[in-house]
């Protein structure tokens, strides 16, 4: 093609792309949603995809169905995602296991590149509680009886940010012998040890803190700056005498790349309406999550900063998968 017919064909290009992409967020949606969850059912991922998934069933007039997908720490649900048509119909609802495994998972067959962020919407602090038969009276006792004796912890899977945060706060913090025992994701991981059969628990907080309100697991540390108002009465890391030590993970929804970007804009706002929400935000905050409402490039920041946050936090516990 003659050079001075480059460009007017390059720009009818973009205005034809612009106009399919205004066209498909007009009549999106025209059918029904899947949104994919990361882990199991009644785990952090899953408690805040279902309140979200609802409420933009209502707000969009087409079913969400939730569909959860546990397994290699959040990987088999995020290929399922990015496999998927990227025409918005299907959602990836996961944590911060997906910045995480971007490092630490070296064949998983998928990058963060293959996704688009489309909003993260509530953080919450890493938990560390165990069995109410535990001797350890608090954490002090706990990180004193492991230096004698290795124990085991369950998490809701390998590469999840509790898992992380663990090794980085039970190897070069506090220098005792863990075993970890993953799971598919928090609910199993907690039944666990509300049955006693790992020796401690470290996860997202929303997962266990009915359990420690009923008090079949008692929290002993929380691996935040401050305490959790959902459940005051536990200490953070630092008033345990293990200071500046902050580890957490958010809920946030992804969509394949190449997903029309007037899409990605609309679900966005929407689910930022919901979580605007005072219904949303008290039931976020009621089980210890901080709502968080960002705009989109706001979010594609977090996101991008987490990946090579938690990359350097896994280096330097020297943790990978193939």
């Given at each position: 093609?003659?050079?001075?017919?480059?460009?007017?064909?390059?720009?009818?290009?973009?205005?034809?792309?612009?106009?399919?992409?205004?066209g498909a967020a007009q009549t999106y949606p025209s059918q029904n949603i899947t949104m994919v969850v990361?882990?199991?059912a009644g785990g952090v991922a899953d408690v805040v995809a279902r309140l979200v998934a609802l409420k933009?069933?209502?707000?969009?007039?087409?079913?969400?169905?939730?569909?959860?997908?546990?397994?290699?720490?959040?990987?088999?649900?995020?290929?399922?995602?990015?496999l998927s048509q990227p025409d918005g119909y299907t959602i990836l609802a996961t944590t911060t296991a997906l910045a995480i495994n971007e490092t630490v998972t070296k064949n998983k067959g998928f990058s963060v590149?293959?996704?688009?962020?489309?909003?993260?919407?509530?953080?919450?602090?890493?938990?560390?509680?165990?069995?109410?038969?535990?001797?350890?009276?608090?954490?002090?006792?706990?990180?004193?009886n492991g230096r004698e004796k290795s124990?085991?912890?369950?998490?809701?899977?390998?590469?999840?940010?509790?898992?992380?945060?663990?090794?980085?706060?039970?190897r070069e913090v506090t220098k005792v012998k863990s075993v970890h025992v993953p799971f598919t994701g928090g609910a199993p991981a907690t039944q666990a040890a509300v049955g006693n059969h790992v020796d401690a628990l470290v996860l997202t907080l929303p997962t266990v803190t009915p359990q420690i309100h009923q008090g079949t697991l008692r929290g002993i540390g929380l691996a935040s700056l401050k305490r959790n108002p959902a459940?005051?009465?536990?200490?953070?890391?630092?008033?345990?005498?293990?200071?500046?030590?902050?580890?957490?993970?958010w809920v946030g929804f992804f969509v394949p790349d190449k997903t029309p970007a007037a899409i990605?804009?609309?679900?966005?706002?929407?689910i930022?309406?919901?979580?605007?929400?005072?219904?949303?935000?008290?039931?976020?905050?009621?089980?210890?999550?901080?709502?968080?409402?960002?705009?989109?490039?706001?979010?594609?920041?977090?996101?991008?900063?987490?990946?090579?946050?938690?990359?350097?936090?896994?280096?330097?516990?020297?943790?990978?998968?193939?």
């Open positions: 093609m003659p050079p001075f017919r480059i460009l007017p064909a390059l720009l009818a290009t973009l205005v034809l792309t612009a106009l399919t992409q205004a990361s882990f199991a933009l069933g209502e707000r969009l007039r087409q079913n969400v169905v939730v569909e959860n997908r546990g397994g290699a720490g959040g990987n088999l649900a995020a290929k399922a995602v990015v590149d293959d996704l688009s962020p489309v909003a993260i919407v509530a953080s919450s602090p890493d938990v560390l509680a165990v069995h109410p038969s535990n001797l350890a009276k608090d954490l002090r006792e706990f990180i004193a124990f085991t912890y369950g998490s809701a899977g390998i590469g999840t940010a509790p898992h992380i945060g663990a090794e980085y706060f039970f459940v005051p009465n536990v200490p953070t890391y630092g008033e345990m005498g293990f200071p500046d030590v902050e580890s957490g993970s990605v804009t609309k679900l966005h706002a929407e930022n309406e919901i979580i605007k929400t005072a219904d949303a935000q008290d039931k976020l905050k009621v089980v210890g999550f901080d709502p968080i409402i960002e705009s989109h490039a706001e979010t594609v920041a977090r996101f991008r900063g987490d990946v090579a946050r938690w990359g350097k936090m896994a280096a330097s516990v020297g943790f990978s998968t193939q």
